[in-house]
Every structure is written in structure tokens, then in C-alpha cells.
């Protein structure tokens, strides 16, 4: 289990020499972003998906996505990132992340690091910015162990790259194959070792959540239909973040909101802490809407996890449950807002 300590001196001082090294590589003339390599960490045996940014010669980095949620993640803003909006496609990046940025975009904070080491740096793309990305939370500076396990990362990945470039392994995406890096437990400290892998597809299951209250599901029917009304629900995070105090990781709020599709007219919404609430908040809000004013002939929503959670309230209710690829009306209302609030 990590501890949330700041990264020593030291321990800077060898993740920033290994991002210098990565900008000097060059390792996006050799990789695709989607050409995942695997590095292995050594203190607890998981996984980080490292994907090289920069072949675009626009936006230069390295992220190192953690696990199978990590992988999901990256995967589906790889597949689906166009249909995403905008203000939710951080919360897909689980991942510790390396990027090369403009002065201005640093922190002072980042600044100052950058200075005590006696360290400098000249131009645009080139200095080294080292963030936690993780759902529901503001990117955040990186504590000691994952300051630790993102330089091995880092420094494995250009071994593999010079490994390519030799011709001794190959990256086949066709076959989801590619390259492990790891640290066996009875080799050296120093000694790490390449084998080829088959990338997992992490395809997560959304459970339906089913009503069991007959008495319930009749009044509702009881309120009759909204005739030809189409509404659209969504839960996501709000796009302003809270900050509890000074020191303390700002997150990101739930967000739910009903809104008619016709009118485009926001008909309910709610502001909640965590995730874990989505249910119990989709479902207690939409019943309630619907004992007071009925129920309409279809719902729209845009994500599989929505889409689980309703669908037995649908079924037994009678309403129409389609799940659509871009909600053009909800997530413009949630932009604005994220900007109100």
C-alpha cells in the first residue's frame, strides 16, 4: 500500500535525469501512442500500461496506466474519445503521467523542484511535469513510491524501445502482443528481464439493479404516461472541482441530471459526493419525478453503466431504455454548469 510521502530529494534528482534521457530518445519516432508496453512493479508485482505520446509532434509524454482500470480507461478515450465530452475525458485516465509542457503551464510549486535540483530547462515542450491522474480528483503531484516506480517505468520503456530498434522484439497490435518488462524476485536488484505478453482486453460487467417492490412499480404505473416525452439522464462528474482546505486533493462531485429532450428543459438535478451513490441517487430521483408527474415514453443515456442501472426500472415501468453514443443537449448543460457553479 503506498504511503502519501513526499519524494525525496534523490529520488527527484532520478525520475527527472530519466525523463531528460526520454526527451532525448525520442521514443514517439518509434512508438504509437497505442503500442502499450508493460512494466512491471517491482514492490507490489502489478502493472502499468505505458503509452508514448508525441508522434504528432504536438503534445509529448508518458503515461503509465495502472491495471486493468487504467487499461479500461485508456482504451476507451483511444476507441471512443471523439463521443466523450470534453470535461469528463480526465476521469478515464488512471494513470501516473509525464509530460513535457511550456513554462507557464508548470506550477511554482513544479518551478521550484526544478530549481533546487540546479536543474533548467529552454523552450516550448520541454519541461518535465510529473502529475497523479486518477477519476474524480484534480491532478495531483506524484508522492515517493510512485515517484520511484514512474522512473523505472520510464527508464524500462527506452529499453525496450533500443530492444525495437535493434530488431531483438517486436510490438504486434494485431495480435494485442507486446512486451513485459519485470524484476524476478531471485534475479539482482538491478536485473530486469523482457518477455512477450497478449494484452488483456478489460471489458468491465455492469450489474442491472432490480426493484423489488411491486407496490412501488404499481403507483408509478399509476401516474400515468408523459405522452411522446423523451428524456435524457446522465451521472457524471461535475466539471468545477471542490477543495475541502488548502492542503487537501480537490475532487470532482457527482453530477445527475434529467433533462426533456423536446424543451431541453433541465427537469431535476443533484449535486453528490461519490460514485458509490450512483444508483441509489438515479433511482430515487427518477422515481420520485415520476410519482409526481408520470412517465415518459423513452430514456436516453450514454454510458453502459447508466444504462445497467435502469434498466430494470424501465422494463417494469414500461419505458423505452436507449442507450446513444453523445448526448449533445445534457453534456451542454453540464458545461454550462460546470461554468455556474
Not at 494513470?95 to 513554462?103: A, G, K, P, V
Not at 512486451?179 to 505478453?197: A, G, Q, T, V
Not at 453502459?304 to 423505452?320: E, F
Request: charged share 25%.
Amino acid at each position: 500500500m503506498y504511503v502519501d510521502k513526499e519524494p525525496s530529494k534523490t529520488q527527484w534528482r532520478s525520475l527527472y535525469e530519466a525523463a531528460i534521457e526520454f526527451k532525448k530518445a525520442e521514443p514517439w519516432k518509434v512508438l504509437y501512442d497505442t503500442d502499450f508496453i508493460c512494466i512491471e512493479n517491482p514492490v507490489d508485482k502489478t502493472w502499468g500500461y505505458c503509452s508514448v505520446m508525441g508522434r504528432m509532434g504536438e503534445h509529448f509524454a508518458i503515461g503509465v496506466y495502472l491495471g486493468l482500470e487504467g487499461l479500461h480507461g485508456l482504451n476507451t478515450v483511444l476507441e471512443k474519445g471523439e463521443t466523450i465530452p470534453s470535461h469528463q475525458l480526465m476521469h478515464y485516465q488512471d494513470c501516473l503521467m509525464c509530460s513535457f509542457e511550456d513554462r507557464n503551464d508548470l506550477t511554482p510549486a513544479d518551478r521550484k523542484q526544478i530549481k533546487d535540483l540546479g536543474l533548467t530547462f529552454r523552450g516550448r515542450n520541454a519541461w518535465p511535469m510529473f502529475r497523479r491522474m486518477e477519476p474524480g480528483f484534480y491532478p495531483w503531484p506524484i508522492h515517493a513510491e510512485e515517484c520511484v516506480y514512474l522512473t523505472q517505468a520510464i527508464q524500462q520503456v527506452l529499453v525496450v524501445v533500443e530492444d525495437i530498434k535493434a530488431g531483438k522484439v517486436a510490438i504486434d497490435k494485431t495480435k494485442r502482443q507486446s512486451i513485459l518488462r519485470y524484476r524476478p524476485d531471485n534475479h539482482p536488484e538491478h536485473e530486469w528481464l523482457s518477455k512477450e505478453i497478449e494484452l488483456p482486453y478489460p471489458n468491465p460487467i455492469y450489474h442491472e439493479v432490480p426493484l423489488q417492490d411491486e407496490p412501488l412499480i404499481s403507483e408509478i404505473k399509476q401516474a400515468g404516461k408523459i405522452k411522446n416525452a423523451v428524456f435524457q439522464v446522465d451521472i457524471c462528474y461535475s466539471p468545477s472541482p471542490v477543495q475541502e482546505s488548502r492542503d487537501n486533493r480537490p475532487y470532482y462531485p457527482r453530477l445527475f441530471l434529467l433533462i426533456d429532450k423536446e424543451s431541453e428543459m433541465i427537469l431535476d438535478a443533484e449535486v453528490f459526493e461519490h460514485k458509490k451513490e450512483d444508483a441509489n441517487v438515479a433511482l430515487n430521483k427518477l422515481i420520485s419525478f415520476f410519482l409526481e408527474n408520470g412517465v415518459p415514453e423513452e430514456i436516453h443515456v450514454q454510458n453502459d453503466a447508466l444504462q445497467a442501472i435502469l434498466t430494470d426500472l424501465c422494463k417494469q415501468t414500461d419505458i423505452k431504455l436507449k442507450k446513444v453514443n453523445h448526448l449533445k443537449i445534457m453534456n451542454d448543460a453540464v458545461e454550462q454548469m460546470g461554468m455556474f457553479l
